[in-house]
């Protein structure tokens, strides 16, 4: 399964750069703001596929743990009585 995954760098070369962030605070949440500009088409595509792929893995529910299968009990004849035979007469 493919994970998604956004990244920056601060490296001056790069195609995506920080252009404006900030951050508060509402609701009992902290919220970050961020603003990134692309210098290509192909930098700006990957990011938002980066993204999307970023909030799909979030909204996704985590799968149910599997329940453990019950073993059937094996059919066997039941215990023999603990009864004197006739030699313990």
């Known amino acids: 399964m493919s ?3 956004f990244m920056l760098t601060d490296d001056r070369d790069s195609d995506l750069r920080l252009k404006a962030f900030s951050a508060s605070y509402k609701g009992g ?11 290509n088409s192909y ?3 990957d990011a938002i596929e980066g993204l999307e792929g970023v909030q799909k ?3 996704t529910p985590a799968p149910k743990p599997k ?14 009585l603990a009864l ?5 007469e």
């Open 84 to 88: 004197p035979g006739p030699a313990d």
């Open 67 to 80: 329940k453990p299968s019950r073993v059937k009990p094996l059919a066997l004849s039941p215990p023999r």
């Open 3 to 5: 994970r998604g995954f």
């Open 43 to 45: 930098s700006f595509a």
């Open 57 to 59: 893995g979030q909204r």
């Open 29 to 39: 949440k902290h919220v970050i703001r961020i603003e990134v500009e692309a210098t």
